[in-house]
């Protein structure tokens, strides 16, 4: 049930709120959130593994489906950003995605449901979209796999797990921080919990051992007094106090909570082809390559080497030609020579090196020389975990197919990976664990990638293409973006901080209105509208 009720004044400090969703797809529970709310201002961040219901919830807070169960209480005016598009043939994926953000902020909501708003667009036009929210003076919550876009707009992290809605304060970062302490208390938990089973069963074998052996005469009683007393009494009574002592263990054994085992990835040795006699030296020399599309001249006169060992990120704008690049040197166009000893595993959004009606570890085995204990490993890394692995791959996923052929190509006979956009419709727990691989991984790695998380964590070497120029930076993402960094002009940060402090009145205008407040607020425009004059 989705109601609306106009804003009034003090109840604008909770601009939305629901109790008792539940939401089912065919015969499962998809959602059941007991209490959720959004307050004024707040900055929440949406995650989730793929399919757990991160959708389904923003078009249930903004009244598009009807929920099993519970009421979606609104106070205040509700847009919804969708994730899937109407694409115009006439428009590129990130102007499409760009249109409908301008869109839906043109219409001025108090709430702004964003899903996966940075689909399609390029790292500059993902850090315009930042600029726009960190200035919106409503609420929202945005559903996104950039863990860098959480970072620096959210303050709250919404997670879905299980069905359930688990909320963290802080950004994602702070988030991921104390999902890793409650690993860590888990890991303890079980520890503490294997322990006093261990302990318990030890004592129930040592009762029912004891209960077996009462049934020869003691060693302190003599035959005579065995002859007056009677032995078989004293064993009986002796038999009966070990078995109630037994069967108080085994209650305690029984009462005892379980505590389920954290999966712990374990780490990753792998022999690779030719990989003692290539690191560190060249595998891939690009000599004067250049590019069309059209007549429309992409880059010309590229020069450039890869070494073993590299982890070089291919970056730059939408339409810069990045996937052009790799695949002149999957293709080995003329001008790119590659070394004899490479053998080239390359990833697109395809997906077509996958038998569907094969299993995920059949696919992934086929043409492998890893063992299968590997295969296993690599697998369980990317949370495929026991029977998973014989799921056929039919009945997966898109991002859970995109996971199995990442796995393929890593345990392939290889040396050098080539990825494009490997992360596309991977939610951020296997982003992380695709990270977690590539950074193990001893080969080499050429990737193209929006993801700038992954690029800063991953990367050696920086290749950049903007405006037709190529460039090519030996040091980390970090270090790329630090020599590109342009000191503030004194005059833009008098700006931002005017434009920060009307934020802040702006706010406290909206819930509790005053005449000193509306002369700050008067004071700031008059200084903003000075300032702009100055700069004219």
Aim: proline letters at 3%.
């Amino acid at each position: 049930m989705f109601c609306f009720i106009p804003n009034k004044g003090d109840e604008l400090m909770i601009l939305l709120e629901a109790s008792n969703l539940k939401i089912s797809v065919q015969d499962r529970i998809l959602l059941a959130i007991n209490k959720l709310a959004i307050h004024q201002n707040e900055r929440i961040g949406l995650v989730g593994k793929n399919g757990s219901g991160k959708t389904t919830l923003l078009k249930a807070l903004a009244g598009e489906i009807t929920t099993d169960t519970g009421t979606v209480t609104a106070k205040a005016v509700v847009e919804l950003l969708p994730q899937l598009k109407i694409t115009a043939t006439t428009k590129s994926g990130g102007e499409v995605t760009q249109q409908y953000i301008i869109e839906a902020i043109n219409k001025n909501p108090e709430i702004l449901l964003a899903d996966e708003p940075t689909t399609n667009l390029d790292a500059s036009h993902i850090e315009w979209l930042e600029k726009i929210l960190k200035n919106w003076h409503g609420a929202f919550v945005v559903v996104s796999h950039d863990r860098a876009f959480l970072d620096t707009l959210c303050t709250t992290i919404w997670s879905i797990e299980g069905g359930k809605l688990h909320v963290y304060k802080g950004n994602y970062t702070d988030y991921a921080q104390q999902k890793q302490l409650e690993r860590k208390q888990q890991e303890l938990s079980y520890e503490k919990y294997i322990k006093e089973k261990t302990h318990l069963e030890k004592a129930l074998a040592q009762k029912k051992q004891k209960a077996q052996r009462a049934t020869k005469k003691p060693k302190k009683k003599s035959s005579s007094e065995a002859k007056i007393t009677g032995a078989k009494p004293y064993f009986a009574k002796k038999q009966k106090k070990l078995h109630q002592a037994a069967k108080a263990i085994e209650t305690r054994l029984n009462k005892l909570q379980q505590v389920k085992k954290p999966q712990v990835g374990a780490p990753l040795k792998m022999d690779l082809l030719a990989e003692d006699t290539i690191t560190g030296k060249i595998v891939i020399r690009i000599n004067e390559l250049s590019a069309s599309f059209g007549e429309l001249l992409l880059w010309e006169g590229v020069s450039f080497d890869v070494r073993g060992g590299d982890k070089l990120a291919i970056i730059g704008p939408n339409g810069s030609g990045k996937t052009t690049l790799v695949k002149k040197i999957v293709n080995r166009a003329k001008g790119v020579v590659i070394s004899p000893s490479v053998r080239i595993g390359y990833f697109d959004q395809n997906m077509d090196i996958l038998d569907v009606n094969l299993s995920i570890l059949e696919n992934v085995s086929a043409n492998s020389l890893q063992s299968e204990a590997f295969i296993r490993t690599v697998l369980a890394r990317l949370h495929f975990f026991r029977d998973d692995v014989y799921k056929q791959v039919k009945v997966l996923s898109g991002g859970e197919r995109i996971k199995v052929s990442l796995a393929k190509l890593f345990v392939s006979d290889i040396n050098i990976l080539i990825l494009d956009e490997p992360t596309n419709f991977l939610d951020t727990e296997a982003m992380e664990a695709l990270e977690s691989l590539l950074c193990e991984y001893t080969g080499t790695i050429i990737f193209v990638s929006h993801d700038r998380r992954l690029i800063e964590n991953v990367a050696t070497r920086v290749l950049a293409i903007n405006n037709k120029q190529v460039e090519i930076f030996d040091g980390t993402y970090h270090e790329y973006k630090k020599s590109k960094a342009k000191p503030l002009d004194p005059q833009e940060h008098k700006r931002l901080v005017i434009e920060t402090k009307i934020s802040a009145v702006l706010s406290r205008l909206s819930i509790e209105p005053s005449p000193a407040l509306e002369a700050e607020f008067q004071e700031l425009m008059a200084a903003k509208k000075a300032l702009e004059g100055s700069e004219k």
